[in-house]
């Protein structure tokens, strides 16, 4: 057995790979996570004796939190923004002025003694009691501790967290690096699906009828499997482009891409990142482990799926910083209040990177404690509006039913974000009880679960008006009407390269399209010779043209598709797409230049076939027309049965020859003038024809060959 290379491919990714895994260990996500200030040191003891001002008793209070704030934040080597402080109050909670409070650090990490702080302050009219803080040389966590001569209670401790000068640094590389592991892992994981999936995407989308519910359900299906919304929007308005799908079918399918992509979020806020690498060796381990492409497969979906979670525990200890800073805090939370502006700053975001990437990032500032629910609806309804751009810049390139397809994404977005505005609030609050029923008060889980709720109430609300939306967006797109229709490719679209599975079906319909062309130029053959078969003979040439045009738009296509990181069953189905395209360039090459050629030639000399022998030449041209209506339904049905039943009657073909060219020697041997004048023309159609049958008996070992899954 020939040893299996490894792709040139698999090489450049597992580079890509080495280097985002390097940025993610160095940030150590997983560690970070777990790190929490140290428990409050125990109570220092009794300073010296004071003044008299300061003999009543009092109780010490920490003031020194923003609301929402558990700590100070500073950076290292540099003094606090804000004071350390506390309240001086007397037994009945009033402020005490005049006593000398005493500040003192009494925990910091390894390296940082060089941390200062006021000694002894006196509280003021207010009873506040302020202290200017200076950090140490190390960043973590320092803990500092106030008390007073006739202090009652527990001594207040104020936590402190000492950030690195460079934290912002971290914070970008984080998210960037975080960010590439995601989507890496996203490619990698939606890749190995549609390989294991393979011919099943197609036979799903064949299934689409004009059921609308029916075109939801496949569309959640197959963005399951690519894992992007819009990548099966772009594949969608390639085939209402390419009259693979009507408009109406289109928009069920559009609803239903919008929910398969929730399953992202949805697994990204189960919060497993802590089998993130487990999953990344398992999968690394199956595919260097394994020669078998099906393994190979299932090893790049846990790698990929691993790879994305990782990707979101990278993410979530870069902005872990920024929950200790009341601005961001502030500034994220503020989203609730201004749901416009939030919405605004989502859709540029989400139309530069993904939807669920940007959603994905709302979830872990929520693990954060950065944003709650309704901060995040904005963020989850500007996501779903700018996940369309992609989509509506391709449609602008294609057919009038192309931007039909492409612009109803964007319209069912627009119209569902409209409908939800005015009720957030009540959504939200419908949310949470939604979410507290499934057992579960994660802020992250109600963000996944409005995404879900979001879609599917977008799909439930629009179903019934898709015919109505239809219409308004055929007057909105109207045909076009060309003065003068160029023919090209119809089916190839390079926007469903990135899904091979669904290339490959575009471009088999293209295939059969050629295949007619084919068809109709076979049944003129005859029909081009004499002194009447001029318009036969121009049609044959334009034909051939057209065939010509169709072959080298499909072989260049292919030379694209093969530049894409292909599955066994793609690769083997492609080099059988190309020997049919091969099959039916020679035929038409044969017939509209070869066979024209010589008809010319015999009309101008002025002879023609006799009577019986163009009966006859009649005869094989039929025998030969139905053999290639057999193989253009066998390669329509995908038939493998069909296929092979054709192949056996090559000895049927290679029979009807041999007793044709007896009868046209016998012709010869009766001194018929017609006949000798045109034996070799006569001959060479009667072989001619022979050889086309032959490249159909190619086509159907093709079509089998590529039908046929490997044992």
């Known amino acids: 057995m020939l040893a299996v290379p490894v792709p040139s491919y698999w090489r450049a990714r597992s580079i890509g790979f080495l280097v985002l895994l390097v940025v993610g260990l160095a940030l150590d996500p997983l560690a970070r996570g777990a790190t929490e200030p140290p428990p409050p040191p125990p109570s220092a003891p009794a300073t010296p004796a004071v003044s008299a001002a300061a003999a009543t008793p009092c109780w010490l209070r920490n003031v020194s939190y923003e609301p929402g704030q558990q700590m100070l934040v500073g950076t290292v080597r540099k003094e606090l923004p804000g004071a350390a402080r506390v309240r001086v109050e007397d037994v009945r909670g009033k402020p005490l002025a005049g006593v000398p409070v005493s500040f003192e650090v009494v925990s910091r990490p390894h390296g940082g003694d060089d941390a200062l702080v006021a000694s002894t302050v006196v509280s003021a009219a207010d009873g506040i009691a302020a202290a200017n803080v200076h950090l140490g040389s190390e960043d973590g966590a320092y803990v500092v501790a106030a008390r007073a001569v006739q202090m009652r209670g527990p001594m207040p401790n104020i936590m402190v967290t000492a950030l690195k000068t460079t934290w912002w640094l971290m914070v970008v590389v984080g998210l960037l690096g975080g960010l590439g592991l995601f ?60 009259a693979l799908m009507t408009l109406t079918q289109s928009m069920g399918v559009t609803l239903g891409a919008h929910i398969g992509t929730t399953l992202t979020v949805q697994l990204i806020a189960f919060k497993i990142s802590d089998y993130a690498l487990l999953m990344i060796g398992v999968g690394v381990l199956i595919t260097v482990i394994t020669k078998r492409k099906m393994y190979i497969y299932l090893g790049e979906i846990i790698l990929g799926f691993g790879m994305i979670f990782y990707g979101m525990a990278v993410m979530s200890a870069a902005v872990e910083p920024l929950g200790r800073i009341p601005a961001v805090s502030r500034v994220l939370l503020s989203l609730g209040d201004h749901p416009l502006f939030g919405v605004l700053v989502a859709i540029p975001i989400a139309a530069l990177m993904h939807s669920g990437g940007t959603i994905g990032l709302a979830v872990v500032l929520a693990g954060q404690g950065l944003i709650d629910l309704q901060s995040a609806l904005p963020i989850v309804i500007g996501a779903n509006i700018g996940t369309t751009a992609t989509t509506v810049l391709v449609s602008l ?219 006859e030449l009649l005869q094989y041209q039929t025998f030969t027309a139905q ?43 009766a001194g018929l003038a017609e006949s000798a004048a045109t034996s070799a023309a006569h001959m060479d159609l009667l072989s001619g024809m022979r050889q086309i049958g032959r490249h159909h008996f190619r086509i159907c070992h093709a079509l089998e060959e590529f039908l046929t899954e490997p044992g």
């Open 183 to 242: 989507f890496y892992g996203l490619e990698l994981g939606s890749g190995g699906l549609q390989k294991v999936a393979g011919s099943r995407m197609r036979s799903i989308l064949s299934k689409l009828t004009t059921n609308r519910f029916t075109g939801v359900g496949l569309g959640a299906v197959v963005t399951a499997l690519v894992q992007s919304s819009t990548a099966t929007t772009v594949m969608v308005v390639g085939f209402v482009s390419a």
């Open 397 to 615: 390139g294609s057919s009038a039913e192309g931007k039909r397809a492409g612009i109803a994404h964007l319209l069912f977005q627009t119209i569902n974000a409209l409908l939800f505005f005015p009720f957030l609030g009540l959504y939200s609050r419908g949310i949470i009880h939604i979410t507290h029923l499934m057992g579960s008060s994660s802020v992250p889980r109600e963000i996944a679960n409005a995404h879900m709720f979001y879609n599917i109430a977008n799909a439930v609300i629009l179903l019934p008006f898709l015919t109505p939306l239809a219409w308004l967006l055929t007057r909105m797109f109207p045909k076009e009407e060309e003065a003068k229709e160029v023919f090209t490719a119809q089916y190839l679209d390079n926007n469903l390269l990135e899904t091979p599975e669904m290339a490959l079906a575009a471009a088999y319909q293209e295939i059969l399209r050629t295949s007619r062309i084919v068809g109709d130029m076979i049944r003129q053959i005859v029909q081009s010779f004499g002194a009447a078969g001029e318009k036969a003979r121009r049609d044959l040439m334009r034909r051939r043209d057209e065939v010509a045009v169709l072959t080298d738009s499909l072989q260049q296509y292919y030379i694209r598709l093969s530049q894409k990181n292909l599955g066994l069953f793609q690769s083997r189905e492609k080099h059988g797409h190309l020997s049919i395209v091969d099959d039916l360039r020679q035929t038409a090459q044969y017939v509209g230049t070869d066979l024209v050629e010589r008809a010319t030639a015999l009309c101008n000399q002025g002879v023609d076939f006799t009577a019986q022998g163009r009966q």
């Open 627 to 669: 053999v290639h209506d057999e193989t253009q339904a066998a390669m329509e049905d995908r038939n493998i049965g069909k296929a092979r039943e054709i192949r056996h009657e090559k000895d049927q073909s290679e029979a009807i020859e041999r007793k044709l060219r007896e009868s046209h020697l016998a012709r010869l041997d």
